[in-house]
């Protein structure tokens, strides 16, 4: 071998590496359909939060900021279509009812109940958030318990579902804290 081939071989290994070295990871690119397409719900809490619980934080935020289309798909799709079933009969969307806190009892948009968001899908002023065992439902839905506990000692659980990549709060019978 002779020195200009060692040194074209020892250049091009040289250009080589320095390439690869600049090459970083491919960047992961979310879903627009997907809550998680919002970078300040998507960051976790804390580092020992578990994502379940993040979800149901992330919901609680959105409703807070006044962000119901954010919210409305922080909800499972079965308690989507439960929502979007009931304003349909007004024609207003599933995010109207969280909008508007109403939600219709009749085709007549006069005759709607109110509807508290929040003690329908979690509890008004929450103390804690805890992590249940959860039992596996032998089902292709993955599904993890909470149980939350307000300030005023009243406690709760509710049920997440990860669906889209994403824990989602479920529950389409729309039941409320209080029932």
Known sequence: MTRNNLILKTLGLTLGLAMLASCGPPELERL??????TERFTLPQSRRTHPA????QRFLVALRD?????????????????LALK?????????????LRKIPISQDVTQAAPFDPVATFALPSIQTLQ???????GTSTVEQRLRL??????????????????????????TSAHN
């Open 32 to 37: 627009e359909d997907e809550p998680a397409s």
């Open 53 to 56: 619980i993040d979800g149901c």
């Open 66 to 82: 006044g962000n119901y289309e954010i919210a409305f798909r922080h909800l499972s799709s079965d308690t989507r279509k439960a």
């Open 87 to 99: 304003a349909q009969a007004v024609g207003w969307q599933g995010e109207d009812v969280l909008r």
């Open 131 to 137: 992590l249940l065992a959860t039992p596996s439902a």
């Open 149 to 174: 506990k307000g300030t005023d000692g009243t406690s709760r659980e509710l049920t997440m579902r990860f669906e889209g990549l994403a824990w989602r709060i479920h529950n389409p019978e729309l």
